[in-house]
């Protein structure tokens, strides 16, 4: 029996149903994949066109290194190329706090102890600089020893390291420790001339800039800048001259049991500073002791009244204005004067005298009656050209001008305290220059601290045959007067002493002096002018004939020796030929 069966269906006009929203979740993906892609485009065209700057410098943090390319300060030199200031490198000592901390160096106790003992520090002071892990840089020492840096190396600390610097030495030392000053330990001028020309002796360090890889090496060079180097000090200082200065000055002081001193040379035909020193002084190389009023430059800070000194100013006026001529006599009997009930007089009775004996016997009548007879206006013109008052031309940091009133009315008294150097005040220095006038010929010059290559320009003040006579008659008061112990054997001197009482505070004059001597040598054609300050001798001896002015014939003499400087007196002292000893018939 047949079996029917049933028919097929046609699959190829069967149509396959697809899921529900299969087109709608591709059409998502879709989107979503475009709105991704479109979105990182975006950023990368924001990280590569527009905003590139910040990821290249994120990646120049990690890979760009630089270093500064450092330069030592400028010496200070004197005027025979002779170092006053050099800068010499030294090693530093600086730790890494996180690097010390990730290697577990503060463990080893016993090499930050003797880390410690090399510093001469404490050892918990010395951790307590190292203890903060977040630090990366910190100075444990600055500008030690080769020695101690050696050791530093030997302990190998892990995160402790040497650094190279520069530290400022002072060759001279206390010398010429007023006139050059000294720096901080970064090295940035601080008093002197380290501190006046602090840009022109630093120069400018230069930069090299390079790409390193994960590795650490170079792989790169992108920039390098040459350093500019500093400029070098010639100071018109001679140092053989200062030194002799400073020697003799100090042995002074200490002798006179003063409190302080100062002198300074200068050198008559150009201006220059020879020599500028003080006393005490201090040692810029060691500073442990440092006491501020040791660092201040006297010559140049404190003023005085010059007493005596300003007698031959008082004649030179005179002589200018016609008040008074070369041979002209002054009658200084009874010895004193009464001026508006106050009384003005000598030690003696001199009688009558020569404007010569007036400088010679420091006469404050003689000087008086001529300071009368000019009046105070050309009197104080006569002070205003000389230099008080004003600068010296130097330019150093803290210069005092002194004091020189001007006031519309002067007592008769207060004109005659002006002849012979009270009522008015002046620094070692502007002294020096006042000198300096009178043995050049009456022409002003500016002094100066550097060496000069030329004459520098000058002006006529005074007349020439004015000054020469007044240079004469200072010769007399070395020879004859009351400053022969200034005398150079060999040299004719021209100078002129000086001693004032201080004023107090409080007004009035106490019981301290002040002990001056100027001069001028040689006599017969001028080559220096010198000044000694004595302040407040602590002896019998405060005269300025006694303690001031054989500190100048010591300078002088070595003076004139160290610059090749001929006699001009072969009569002062018997000349001793050299001998010649040799020969069969030498005897022993």
């Given at each position: 029996m047949a079996i029917k069966r049933a028919p097929k269906k046609n699959q190829r006009n069967t149509k396959k149903l697809s899921p529900a929203g299969t087109r709608w979740r591709f059409v998502t993906a879709l989107g979503v994949l475009f709105f991704v892609f479109s979105i990182l485009v975006a950023r990368a065209a924001y990280i590569q066109v527009i905003n590139p700057e910040q990821y290249s410098l994120q990646g120049d943090l990690r890979s760009l290194r630089s270093d500064s390319l450092g330069v030592q300060r400028g010496m200070i030199v004197d005027r025979n190329g002779r170092e006053l200031a050099v800068s010499v490198p030294v090693e530093t000592v600086w730790a890494d706090p996180k690097r010390i901390a990730e290697s577990g160096a503060l463990a080893d106790q016993r090499r930050w102890q003797a880390l410690a003992e090399t510093f001469r520090m404490n050892r918990d002071e010395l951790l307590a600089k190292v203890d903060d892990p977040e630090r990366r840089f910190v100075y444990l020492q600055r500008k030690v020893s080769p020695s101690e840096a050696d050791y530093v190396r030997q302990l190998g600390i892990p995160g402790v390291y040497l650094k190279t610097e520069s530290r400022r030495y002072y060759p001279t030392g206390e010398i010429s420790a007023h006139v050059v000053g000294i720096t901080n330990i970064d090295g940035q001028g601080q008093e002197g001339l380290e501190l006046l020309y602090d840009d022109h002796l630093t120069g400018t360090p230069g930069k090299r800039v390079y790409r390193k890889d994960a590795q650490g090496r170079v792989i790169e060079e992108i920039s390098q800048t040459d350093a500019q180097p500093p400029k070098q000090l010639t100071l018109s200082i001679d140092q053989r001259i200062q030194a002799t200065a400073y020697t003799e000055l100090k042995k002074a002081v200490r002798?006179?049991?003063?409190?302080?001193?100062?002198?300074?040379?200068?050198?008559?035909?150009?201006?220059?500073?020879?020599?500028?020193?003080?006393?005490?002084?201090?040692?810029?190389?060691?500073?442990?002791?440092?006491?501020?009023?040791?660092?201040?430059?006297?010559?140049?800070?404190?003023?005085?009244?010059?007493?005596?000194?300003?007698?031959?100013?008082?004649?030179?006026?005179?002589?200018?204005?016609?008040?008074?001529?070369?041979?002209?006599?002054?009658?200084?009997?009874?010895?004193?004067?009464?001026?508006?009930?106050?009384?003005?007089?000598?030690?003696?009775?001199?009688?009558?005298?020569?404007?010569?004996?007036?400088?010679?016997?420091?006469?404050?009548?003689?000087?008086?009656?001529?300071?009368l007879e000019l009046g105070v206006d050309k009197l104080l013109e006569t002070y205003f050209d000389a230099g008080f008052g004003s600068d010296t031309g130097v330019s150093l940091l803290g210069e005092s001008y002194g004091l020189l009133t001007t006031r519309r009315r002067w007592s008769d008294f207060e004109l005659a305290t002006l002849s012979y150097g009270y009522g008015l005040s002046a620094t070692t220095l502007q002294l020096a220059k006042a000198y300096t006038m009178i043995a050049n010929g009456g022409r002003d010059m500016p002094l100066t601290v550097f060496r000069r290559e030329s004459k520098p320009e000058s002006e006529q003040v005074f007349n020439p045959d004015n000054t020469r006579a007044v240079l004469h008659m200072m010769e007399r008061v070395v020879s004859d007067g009351t400053a022969t112990a200034a005398q150079v054997p060999g040299y004719r001197i021209a100078g002129k002493t000086g001693t004032s009482r201080k004023a107090r505070a409080t007004g009035g004059y106490g019981d301290e002096y002040v002990a001056l001597f100027a001069g001028i040598a040689p006599a017969s054609n001028p080559e220096v002018v010198v000044v000694v300050t004595i302040n407040e001798p602590g002896t019998d001896d405060y005269y300025g004939g006694t303690a001031a002015a054989p500190v100048f014939s010591s300078i002088v003499s070595q003076t004139m020796r160290l610059l090749n400087v001929p006699p001009d007196d072969m009569t002062s002292q018997p000349m001793k030929a050299a001998g010649f000893v040799g020969g069969a018939d030498a005897t022993p």
């Open positions: 002798y006179n049991q003063a409190t302080s001193g100062s002198a300074v040379v200068v050198n008559v035909k150009t201006g220059e500073l020879l020599a500028m020193v003080n006393s005490p002084s201090y040692n810029p190389n060691n500073r442990a002791d440092l006491q501020s009023f040791k660092m201040r430059n006297r010559t140049i800070t404190d003023a005085y009244e010059p007493g005596s000194t300003v007698k031959p100013l008082v004649v030179l006026s005179a002589l200018e204005h016609g008040t008074h001529k070369v041979g002209d006599i002054i009658d200084t009997n009874p010895g004193w004067l009464r001026i508006g009930g106050r009384r003005v007089s000598d030690h003696r009775n001199l009688g009558k005298l020569s404007l010569t004996e007036v400088l010679e016997h420091s006469s404050n009548v003689g000087v008086t009656t001529m300071a």
